[in-house]
């Protein structure tokens, strides 16, 4: 009953393939954003959605395009992986001026 | 923009012993500050929040933080750590509906 999920949890793939990645929410939030987390990095904010039709680029979107279908689904993904993103990536949402944010379980992607 | 600084990357504690994580943000105002937890292999958890008013706030597990306006600082503190705190700690500040997060810290508590 995880109110943010996320799939595939795991995935290796090669490089030059596409990659989807899936998140939903059931908390009814509007915001919606996706991270990815490196060692030594914390989170680097990849895109962020406040609603269906608004959709901005975040610090590091370079390589990668981001999809909201629903107001419960903002998916991510990568036209054509390479190496260096091999990652843990999470998405989160939120709600209200505070911006607390709500985090999914996280896909570790391996590029190889 | 508002950046976040952690000042320890890794942080090694005995059981009992008390901890206090620093963290930085860069510029005042209104800020609403919060500091996440990620035990090894799992997602990030709130562990406390500061919005406004007393500035020493209390979150889970007995961690608490206290917001410093004057030293645009927000440290974690808890008087007697225990195995299970192993976890990295982050910190975040909220600006213009983004969170900006620190590096994040490394804590490992030996039994």
């Known amino acids: 009953d995880a109110d943010v999920t996320q799939t595939p949890r795991n995935r290796i793939t090669k490089t030059g393939k596409r990659i989807m990645l899936e998140c939903s929410q059931t908390k009814g939030h509007d915001r919606m954003y996706w991270y990815r987390q490196d060692p030594g990095l914390g989170l680097r904010l990849i895109y962020y959605s406040f609603d269906v039709k608004d959709i901005n680029k975040g610090e590091i979107s370079d390589g990668y395009s981001v999809s909201r279908q629903a107001q419960a689904k903002f998916s991510l993904s990568l036209e054509s992986a390479i190496p260096n993103q091999t990652a843990l990536y999470f998405c989160?949402?939120?709600?209200?001026?505070?911006?607390?944010?709500?985090f999914g379980p996280g896909t570790r992607l391996t590029v190889l | 923009a508002q950046s976040v600084s952690q000042h320890n990357h890794h942080v090694i504690l005995s059981e009992a012993a008390s901890l206090e994580l620093g963290c930085n943000y860069s510029y005042g105002g209104t800020v609403n500050l919060f500091w996440y937890v990620q035990y090894p292999g799992q997602h990030l958890q709130l562990l406390l929040k500061?919005?406004?008013?007393d500035p020493l706030v209390k979150g889970i597990k007995g961690f608490e933080a206290e917001f410093i306006k004057s030293k645009f600082s927000f440290n974690l503190r808890k008087p007697s750590v225990q195995w299970s705190d192993t976890a990295e700690y982050f910190c975040a500040v909220n600006d213009n509906y983004q969170l900006i997060w620190g590096a994040g810290t490394k804590l490992i508590i030996k039994p």
């Open positions: 500061y919005f406004s008013g």
């Open positions: 989160a949402t939120s709600v209200g001026l505070r911006n607390e944010q709500f």
